[in-house]
């Protein structure tokens, strides 16, 4: 037996610390991600890391996507969350990460920060998905494998059903895990083997001009995408132009979705949409607030056949189950770091197969992508079962400064191997980007002043 195997039987290792870093990106500089309501995000990241006294070194990553100011906040209700992290034994925690998940989100005192909601519950994200993080890294197998290799009743586990019960009980999210289970097996294959649909939002940012959206378009397609999205929003005219540019250099073959950021009231969504049927819209995201259930359900019924899309702000579960029991969205976007991480979101996705509505992810942001694609991942292994209709966003921004970082091949995410969750950034990205004090915000500090 060597020297750290009888050393950590003798001592079973746990939680030691836990780390904040405002890392923030200065995106705003190129009009990369600007849309109608965001049109000069420094993409951001509180992030956060576990560490543990296991021999190995092991630590858990994970963090909080946010588009700059505020970034210091979301740490520190990161922060706010130590004492349930800090001081576990690792074994007990990584066992039980339902019960952690109740313990965070039901705090008494911080509940009041939300419900359920907002920066709070986006701290908890940080903190559950970091720990799903260490669960996997300590497997030795991506998240996404680690989930679909569960039981159907360690599953449920997970997922809190309190508020759910009247769309969704836990035997039936067991009936549903238990009818997906024969053929696990075949998709994890299928999975390893071609990968999983992505499409693509990086011809339609609203800062772009007309050359570089065509242009974008044209790669995109030849990139082996079979879907791209617009933002749209800010000025009619200017959108009837670009969905036309759009449309013409993709051709009537390829789904074009359009994503107006919250951008509408109700009203104005619906005579927006017509006037952008011509160009025939796959689906149209975030038309109006996102916590509007009533507002998405009437818009829809009004532009049918044009489809709804809504999630990536859509706070928790239960905004989710309204939307579903109102037949307000056609597509569910769920995000991995807004709701409160990995099993807030494994609900969410046996809600969705309960009303069998397609889940296709948001993503971009700064590691999004990388997330994410364990969800959907899983998802077509032990939930849903199915590819039909769904595909993860997929943005081509900042991967560079991740360890496992995502890759596309003709048009599909590949399918991670590596152990993880995929939120590891490199070390000299967590210096070079802190803010305020890192090189790149001093230069940029320099650089203003003179
Ligand atoms: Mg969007």
């Known amino acids: 037996m060597s020297e750290f195997a009888s050393e950590s039987s ?25 849309d109608a309501m965001n049109p000069d995000p420094d993409y951001s990241a509180a992030y956060v890391v576990l560490g543990t006294d296991s021999p190995d070194g092991l630590e858990g990553h994970g963090f909080a996507f946010t588009i700059g100011r505020g970034n210091d906040i979301q740490s520190t209700a990161i922060r706010a969350l130590e004492s349930y992290v800090v001081g576990r034994r690792l074994d007990d925690t990584l066992e039980d990460l339902g019960g952690i998940w109740k313990a965070m989100v039901h705090d008494s005192q911080l509940r009041w920060l939300g419900p359920e909601k907002g920066v709070m519950h986006m701290a908890v994200s940080a903190v559950i998905n970091a720990l799903w993080d260490l669960k996997a890294k300590r497997a030795g197998k991506p998240v996404w494998e680690v989930l679909a ?32 289970e024969p053929g696990r097996a075949e998709r994890k294959a299928k999975l390893l083997a071609e990968g999983y649909p ?27 995408f079979t879907q791209i999205k617009l933002k749209v929003g800010a000025d009619l ?51 109006t607030s996102p916590d509007d259930v009533l507002g998405h359900a009437t ?14 702000h859509v706070q928790n579960r239960v905004v989710f189950k309204q939307l579903l029991q109102s037949g307000a969205i056609s597509f569910l976007q769920l995000d991995a770091a807004r709701v409160a991480g990995v099993n807030e979101n494994v609900g969410i996705l046996l809600l969705a197969a309960k009303f069998s509505v397609p889940v296709c992810p948001h993503a971009g942001g700064v ?37 496992d970082p995502v890759r596309i091949e003709n048009g599909n995410y590949v399918t991670p191997t590596a152990p993880g969750f995929g939120a590891t950034m490199h070390p000299r990205t967590l210096l070079q980007f802190a803010y305020p004090d890192g090189p ?7 650089r203003n002043a003179s």
């Not at 079973?12 to 600007?34: K, M, N, Y």
């Open 149 to 180: 290799g569960l039981t159907p009743e360690q599953l449920v586990d997970l997922v809190d059903f309190r508020y759910l019960t009247d769309a969704l009980t836990r035997d039936e999210a067991l009936a549903i895990l238990r009818a997906a």
């Open 299 to 312: 818009i829809a019924r009004a532009i049918a056949p044009i489809k709804v899309a809504t999630g990536e």
């Open 237 to 287: 005219a200017d959108d009837i132009r670009r969905m036309r540019i759009a449309r013409e250099t993709v051709g009537p073959g390829i789904r074009i979705a359009i994503d107006a950021n919250q951008r509408w009231d109700v009203g104005a969504a619906i005579t927006w949409v017509e006037a952008l049927a011509e160009f025939d819209p796959w689906w149209v995201e975030e038309p």
């Open 198 to 224: 992505a499409y693509t939002t990086s011809p339609g940012w609203l800062g772009y001009d007309d050359a570089k959206l065509r242009r974008l378009c044209a790669e995109a397609v030849a990139e082996g």
């Open 10 to 34: 003798a001592r079973p290792a746990r939680i030691v610390s836990l780390r904040t870093h405002d890392i923030r990106f200065p995106t705003s500089l190129e009009l990369d991600g600007s």
């Open 367 to 403: 590691g999004l992508c990388e997330l994410v694609q364990h969800l959907s991942m899983f998802d077509f292994v032990a939930v849903s079962g199915s590819l039909d209709d769904r595909v993860i966003e997929y943005v081509d921004h900042l991967h560079e400064h991740f360890v």
């Open 440 to 446: 790149v915000w001093t230069a940029a500090k320099q």
